[in-house]
């Protein structure tokens, strides 16, 4: 059963970098087949597509916050990663990983999501 | 981009159906057979309920149908269940862009 797992601080600071990690077990990361994407829910609010990288490194991002995200992917470990710059406080959201389908587009398997908090 | 647009709440009784609405453009849910839809329950990941329009994963009960008309797509829930309670989003894919909607929260009565 494949599993993704959040990582990371779960406060940060205005106008500092936001860094998480998603662990992936129960499945390689290198599948030809599948996408890997980060998505994130202010409170109480809806869902927001972040970004979405392959494990060759190609990267799509979301237009509105394409200037602050840099996905990256380590096969070695299994992992992918998310970084979002010069962070405000409607940065505060839970942040889900989530494997994507390279055909369909849909989100089969999701992490748990995990909650990061901006404020100083 | 701006979010796919869906009815802020829908309800209904047990044994009813509900049909939620996600309306985008010719770009995103008009112009490819990606629509897809998850359901959240509160302080849980969204889970995947529909796959391209109207394909249903493993495991999801035949009561979630999905359809698409234009640029419009919708979820029927049937046969409405007590546990069928959550919030319901769409997605699209938009070229190489990922699209969700506004979310719909459903109620049974």
């Known amino acids: 059963q494949l599993q993704l797992q959040e990582s990371g601080p779960g406060l940060v600071k205005p106008s500092e970098t936001l860094s998480l990690s998603c662990t992936v077990s129960?499945?390689?990361?290198?599948?030809?087949?599948?996408?890997w994407g980060w998505i994130r829910q202010p409170p109480g609010k809806g869902l927001e597509w972040i970004g979405t990288?392959?494990?060759?490194?190609?990267?799509y991002y979301n237009p509105s916050l394409k200037s602050r995200v840099t996905m990256s992917v380590d096969t070695s470990k299994n992992q992918f990663s998310l970084k979002v710059s010069s962070v405000t406080a409607a940065d505060t959201a839970v942040y889900y990983c989530?494997?994507?389908?390279?055909?369909?587009?849909?989100?089969?398997?999701w992490g748990q999501g995990t909650l990061v908090t901006v404020s100083s | 981009q701006s979010a796919l647009t869906q009815p802020p709440s829908a309800s209904g009784s047990p044994g009813q159906s509900v049909t939620i609405s996600c309306t985008g453009t010719?770009?995103?849910?008009?112009?490819?057979?990606?629509v897809s839809w998850y359901q959240q329950h509160p302080g849980k990941a969204p889970k995947l309920m529909i796959y391209?329009?109207?394909k249903r994963p493993s495991g999801v009960p035949d009561r979630f149908s999905g359809s698409k008309s234009g640029n419009t797509a919708s979820l029927t829930v049937s046969g409405l269940q007590a546990e069928d309670e959550a919030d319901y989003y769409c997605?699209?894919?938009?070229?190489?862009?990922?699209?969700f909607g506004t979310g719909t929260k459903v109620t049974v009565l």
């Open positions: 989530a494997r994507q389908g390279l055909y369909n587009y849909d989100y089969d398997y």
């Open positions: 129960g499945g390689s990361i290198s599948s030809s087949t599948y996408y």
């Open positions: 990288i392959y494990y060759t490194g190609t990267t």
């Open positions: 010719s770009s995103d849910v008009g112009g490819y057979n990606y």
């Open positions: 391209e329009v109207n």
């Open positions: 997605s699209s894919y938009a070229g190489h862009n990922n699209l």
